[in-house]
């Protein structure tokens, strides 16, 4: 079947992009949180607890997608290759990056010009609002993706507890 073939191929892709970016998110917020334990220089304590949120988000999509790529290569038919799995695991991902993304956004109104502004690092917190999107459309991707190859294998007669590639 052709879309075996595709998600065969782009599996692996998006989850790595996901795994990428969220590695770089990761640092930002890592060494935004470091800075701010270290100088204190924060504007607001929501700055600070919101930064701290994204690099929990970070952490949670790195250790769950290196998780998923090494069971899609070496172990495709276990439980955590399941449809299920990879829904309820999704829907998790999916709901801390659509809370982070969107407290970050707000937190910086959109979006920060550099040149007029008080935060202390703001092209920092820019590219980590930027990343959070990127993210949160990559988990939206796999979401969607995921969901239809459920609805596919629960037609098929495999059910949702079924592999995720037929």
């Known amino acids: 079947m052709a ?15 996901m795994l990428l970016f969220s590695a770089i998110e990761l640092a ?3 060494w ?13 304590t929501d700055e600070r607890d ?11 999509t790195v250790v769950v997608s290196t998780t998923y790529l090494i069971f899609f290569f070496a172990l495709p038919s276990t439980v955590v290759s399941s449809v299920l799995s990879h829904i309820v695991l ?12 969107a407290s970050v956004t707000s937190m910086l109104g959109g979006g920060l010009n550099c040149s007029q ?11 980590m609002e930027a990343f959070a999107w ?13 969901t239809i190859r459920g609805i596919l ?5 495999d059910g949702v507890r079924g592999p995720l590639l037929a």
């Open 28 to 30: 930002i917020s890592a």
């Open 3 to 17: 879309f075996d073939n595709h998600m065969q191929r782009g599996y692996p892709i998006v989850f790595g992009l």
């Open 153 to 157: 294998a629960t037609r098929r007669g």
């Open 32 to 44: 935004l949180t470091a800075r701010f334990s270290a100088r204190h220089d924060y504007f607001s």
């Open 50 to 60: 919101r930064t701290h949120f994204i690099l929990f988000s970070s952490i949670w």
């Open 117 to 127: 502004t008080v935060f202390a690092y703001c092209s920092q917190l820019n590219a």
């Open 134 to 146: 990127l993210i949160w459309i990559l988990v939206t991707l796999l979401l969607i993706v995921v």
């Open 90 to 101: 999704l829907v998790l991902t999916w709901i801390f990056w659509t809370a982070g993304a």
